[in-house]
């Protein structure tokens, strides 16, 4: 839990001796909470305080970090229980899992289709996050060979799973540096799946289904002995256990910073659903309860869209919607014969719209006005979007010297504005576009 | 290591509990939690969620294929519908009275009334019925259908802040449940509770409708507001304690992933898997936010979130 200027203050000398840079101790504390400043500017803090600070100041979910490079994954670190009290901040990453049974071409088609799956949504890159690899052979050869050929198809991150210490060696021994998470230890074999997360600096996956005491017992060895990145499976696998259990861990967590629960939860959301619907709803409840990593048994587009939009949604900020700055867009390649269409600034408003332009095959100007992020008709309820600032946008941004005509074309979920907004734009003609954009196309082909 | 005690909550409110059918039909209870959705250990769920199929009084020309599909012939019979709803597995059918919307035939209190009277007879569950969601013919068809389902204690929407006098004195008179709408807003939801009481409707008559976004087009705002409003009935206030009341059918399948067939990207995936998913989605998610039922659109999805939900019960 972040601490405060004050709550640090405590754990400071209190001499105002100004050696940190700061005039008095109090305004190094504050420095301090506000994460301005590092601890050890201060040369006279005790060994004691400096230990009681970094542990109150630990997050109450650690953040693990997955794999190297551009495209490493960061879960965990988590703040609250729902997301209106502030945000959720490090969305789920979704790992697509194979098997070391599966013929080498499929794992190279499936590894080549996770690593280059990308789908736009409002303008941003959707994409999954991983593959992990089963040791379902249970031979550590054909595990080795199984994890070195995805290795060389894809930078995503890896989880290795496999419950044989020594297989998980050979398989480390070839891809530590990519910093895979080794899925798992459990009772039986702690101790050498310890010494290799170790040995190779890799995060690990602590598995134990027995309950919450039996799991954050087990977690405790790992941590005692040395391991810091952690990954929980409590190995609540359906849509109730799941949901208690997860919950359960984050309250744990969140409301008692209960430090051997403190990490991120990792899911199986296959392993406790039917069919392949199943698994997405499944996994969606998991977005939103509490999962860090979900590993999903398939790749399927038409799951994982789904699944990747709901991402995006549960974990932007609800204070924040995400927006586009207004101004004039070309759609195409626009001339001054081009039309004019109006929208807001929410982006999902937007990219739906200029979305239906573009495929409609004409050209067009999109003007895009300032209602601080809401939709159409939110902004137009709100009294955000109205003939005003329609007529305003149309000046602030020249935008009668970008056309040679004077239609504007509103959406048809405004229609009302018509009249006024003739008023506030005497020389222009308002016309009313659909209410639906997918229907623009047929609009404009009309005019 | 001593075991571990997980904090629980101490609630002191209750959601009310809403009893819809009954005399001579089926009736289902809902609401009368005291626990945020499916933790049971820290409260009760006496009643499990439920799953109404929309039922619609023309034939939807203009819905996705596959449902048309799936559907085939009823969609021109609500009473042949509703009976396939209920073989889907439907607890109670929601009737959708979309002809007398102006932009369709405009049809008035005489067609509501047969299309209700039809609904009514065919299927023993109990029924619910939306207007078009034009608060004016909302009014005129809603009233109708209240007469001619004078007993049976059916659900009228949309009950808006505007027409919420009419909407509450036909449940009143004929002893049915109003399902109240507002915007996504914690306060206009408890406001327009209070204001139906104060017309001298009793909690257990009210359903709310907090108004339902769906996948990628809201559903966070939605998931929100109603965990607030849960979190609030449960910390004891009464007027955010009505049962909740979803249309994840209607916005999932309106939207272009349902929609469209033609020209979206590869990466979009399999046009049916995609929309039912989206549909699954948005059900899981609003179960998890409180929802008390749901209205759903492919029998499909009706399975699986009726499977979801007898797990969510039993863990
Ligand atoms: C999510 C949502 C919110 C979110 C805001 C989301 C946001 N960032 O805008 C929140 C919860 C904050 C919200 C608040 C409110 N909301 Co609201 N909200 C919705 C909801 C569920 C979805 C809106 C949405 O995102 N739609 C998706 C976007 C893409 O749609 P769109 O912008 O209209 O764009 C489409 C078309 O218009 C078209 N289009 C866009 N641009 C153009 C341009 C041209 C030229 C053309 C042809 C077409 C076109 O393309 C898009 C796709 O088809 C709707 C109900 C629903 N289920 O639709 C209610 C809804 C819009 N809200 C409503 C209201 C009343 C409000 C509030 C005023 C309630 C209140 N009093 O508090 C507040 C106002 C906000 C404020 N004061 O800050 C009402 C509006 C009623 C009306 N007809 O006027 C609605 C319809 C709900 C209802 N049925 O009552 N809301
Ligand atoms: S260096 Fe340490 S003791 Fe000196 S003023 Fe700064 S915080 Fe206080």
Redesign the interface.
């Given at each position: 839990m972040a601490l405060t200027g004050i709550e640090i203050y405590k754990f400071l000398p209190k001499t105002n001796c100004k050696e940190c840079g700061f005039p008095t101790c109090l305004a190094f504390a504050m420095k301090l909470a506000a994460k301005g400043v590092e601890l050890s500017l201060c040369p006279y803090v005790s060994e004691e305080s400096k230990q009681a600070l970094e542990s109150a100041s630990r997050p109450p979910i650690r953040l693990v970090t997955i794999g190297t490079g551009d495209r490493k994954i960061g879960v965990g670190n988590e703040v609250v229980l729902?997301?209106?009290e502030k945000t959720f901040y490090n969305p789920p990453a979704f790992i697509i899992q194979i098997k070391d049974t599966d013929s080498a071409d499929d794992v190279a088609r499936i590894v080549d289709e996770v690593s280059s799956?990308?789908?736009?949504?409002v303008g941003l890159e959707l994409k999954l996050n991983g593959v992990a690899i089963e040791n379902a052979s249970n031979n550590g050869d054909n595990f080795v060979k199984c994890v070195e050929l995805v290795k060389s198809k894809t930078d995503l991150p890896l989880i290795l799973m496999s419950n044989n210490p020594s297989a998980m060696d050979q398989a480390l021994e070839k891809v530590s540096d990519a910093k895979p998470l080794i899925y798992a230890a459990n009772k039986e074999n702690v101790d050498q799946m310890v010494e290799l997360a170790k040995k190779y600096q890799c995060p690990l996956a602590v598995y134990e289904p027995a309950g919450?005491?039996e799991l954050?017992?087990l977690v405790?060895r790992v941590t005692d002995a040395g391991v810091e990145d952690v990954v929980l499976d409590p190995g609540a696998r359906?849509?109730?256990?799941s949901?208690?259990a997860l919950?359960?861990i984050r309250?744990?967590a969140i409301?008692?910073s209960?430090q051997?629960?403190g990490f991120p939860v990792i899911t199986f959301p296959g392993q406790g659903s039917?069919g392949?619907?199943?698994e997405?709803?499944?996994a969606?409840?998991q977005v939103?309860?509490y999962a860090g990593i979900i590993v999903l048994d398939r790749f399927?587009?038409?799951?994982?869209?789904?699944?990747a939009?709901?991402r995006l949604?549960?974990y932007?900020d609800?204070q924040k919607p995400i927006q586009m700055t207004p101004g004039i867009y070309e759609i195409g390649k626009p001339t001054k014969e081009s039309p004019l269409c109006v929208t807001t600034n929410f982006s999902?408003t937007y990219f739906?719209i200029a979305g239906e332009l573009e495929?409609s095959g004409f050209p067009a100007w999109l003007m895009v006005c300032d209602t601080e992020g809401l939709?159409v008709l939110t902004s137009w309820?709100a009294g955000k979007l109205d003939a005003d600032k329609i007529a305003k946008t149309v000046k602030e941004f020249n935008v009668a010297d970008k056309i040679s005509h004077r239609n504007i074309i509103i959406p048809g979920g405004v229609a009302v504005l018509r009249g006024e907004l003739e008023e506030e734009l005497p020389d222009w003609k308002v016309m009313v576009g659909p209410r639906d954009?997918?229907d623009v196309g047929g609009f404009l082909k009309k005019q | 290591m001593s075991a571990v005690e997980v904090p629980t909550e101490k609630w002191t409110g209750k959601i009310h509990e809403v009893k819809l059918g009954g005399n001579g039909r089926k009736s289902v209870v809902v609401g009368g939690e005291t626990t945020l959705p499916f933790l049971h250990f820290d409260g009760k769920m006496p009643n499990k969620p439920i799953i109404a199929i929309e039922v619609q009084d023309r034939n939807p020309t203009d819905w996705s294929p596959h449902l048309i599909s799936v559907w085939g012939d009823v969609l021109s019979d609500p009473g042949a519908w509703a009976k396939k709803a209920v073989e889907y597995g439907a607890d109670i059918i929601a009737l959708r009275l979309r002809s007398a919307h102006p932009e369709e035939a405009n049809t008035g209190a005489s067609e509501a009334k047969k299309s209700v009277d039809t609904v009514l007879s065919a299927v023993d569950v109990p029924v619910v019925v939306l207007g078009p969601g034009v608060a004016e013919k909302d009014n005129e068809v809603l009233v109708a259908a209240s007469e001619a389902a004078k007993g049976q204690r059916i659900a009228l929407g949309n009950c808006e802040e505007k027409n919420h006098r009419t909407i509450a004195a036909s449940c009143l008179a004929d002893g049915h449940i109003a399902i109240a709408k507002t915007p996504i807003d914690l306060n206009l939801a408890k406001q327009l509770n209070i204001l139906l009481c104060d017309v001298g409707l009793s909690p257990d008559s009210i359903l709310m409708d907090p108004t339902t976004g769906a996948l990628g087009y809201g559903i966070e705002y939605c998931y929100s507001v109603m965990e607030r409003l849960r979190l609030a009935a449960l910390g004891g206030d009464t007027m955010a304690a009505m049962p909740m009341f979803c249309t994840a059918g209607e916005e999932t399948w309106r939207q272009k992933e349902s929609k469209v067939t033609e020209g979206v990207p590869p990466t979009w995936g399999d046009h049916l898997e995609r929309s039912l998913t989206w549909e699954g989605i948005t059900a899981i998610m609003l179960l998890n936010a409180g929802a008390d039922i749901i209205v759903l659109r492919h029998p499909n999805t009706v399975t699986l979130a009726k499977a979801s939900i007898d797990k969510l019960m039993s863990a």
């Open positions: 729902y997301r209106h799956y990308s789908v736009e949504r919450l005491s954050a017992e405790t359906e849509f109730g256990q949901l208690s919950t359960q309250r744990l409301k008692k209960f051997p629960l039917g392949i619907e199943e997405a709803m499944l969606g409840q939103a309860k399927t587009p038409g799951v994982v869209y789904p699944l939009t709901l949604n549960i932007t609800p999902l739906s495929s939709s309820a954009a997918v | -």
